[in-house]
């Protein structure tokens, strides 16, 4: 079983978390197994996913340590709770609530809460966050990031929304721990029609345009 600081350090060095948020959560298990067969170690299944927390828990059950399962859009501490309980091995949250953190915290379990501004950005991480999740990152771009990086530089920040493959590299380069990654990394279709390979492909592309970014 990793503890938290393993975790930690499993994000980071994967680089990439995969974003899952879907209004059927039938295929999730095989979406979740295709993506770590493409090298996608780090998983997140949203709280606005159907029967999120049976997903979570029938993922752990699957993988075992194959891969981290997380749970993301957390919006209060009972619901960290009960995703922590379910098997989620780390908490996102779109937003700072300090209640979460602090749940988090005594749980041993890593949290990124949600964060847009600077001053959202030091909240979190002094009230405990082991990352930062910055989102939407597609609203403002590669250059608000760097901005903020300047002098904030110890805090370990990870982009969402809007990244995309062809610019993944530009984030990863601009010295984030990892990036979120939902619609850009699973279309709609391939679910529905089974494409499990298309899946375990595009996780693949993903993860080598993140290792090459940091080469």
């Known amino acids: 079983m990793p503890s938290s600081i393993d975790i930690v350090h499993a994000i980071e060095s994967s680089g990439l978390v995969a974003i899952l948020r879907t209004k059927d959560s039938s295929e999730l298990v095989q979406v979740v197994t295709s993506l770590r067969d493409g090298g996608i170690t ?3 299944v949203t709280m606005t996913t159907p ?3 049976e997903v979570i828990s ?6 075992g340590n194959q891969a981290l399962i997380g749970v993301g859009t957390v919006l209060d501490a009972p619901t960290a709770q009960a995703a922590i309980a379910a098997g989620a091995q780390y908490v996102v949250a779109p937003i700072v609530d300090i209640p979460t953190i602090e749940t ?3 749980a041993n379990v890593p949290v990124a809460p949600g964060a847009f501004t600077p001053t959202e950005i030091v909240r979190a991480w002094q009230a405990g966050a082991d990352f930062v999740k910055v989102f ?3 609203s403002v771009g590669l250059q608000y990031l760097k901005d ?4 904030l530089p110890d805090i370990k920040l990870i982009p969402t929304g809007g990244i995309q493959l062809t610019n993944v590299a530009d984030f990863i380069r601009a010295g984030v721990s990892a990036v979120g990654v939902g619609s850009a990394l699973i279309k709609k279709q391939w679910i529905e029609n089974h494409d499990w390979d298309a899946i375990r492909n595009i996780a693949e592309q993903w993860v080598v345009a993140v290792q090459q970014a940091r080469q």
């Open 42 to 44: 780090c998983i997140e």
């Open 51 to 53: 029967n999120a927390l």
């Open 58 to 63: 029938q993922a752990r059950k699957k993988l």
């Open 104 to 106: 988090c915290k005594r």
């Open 136 to 138: 939407p990152i597609s």
């Open 148 to 151: 903020i990086r300047g002098p």
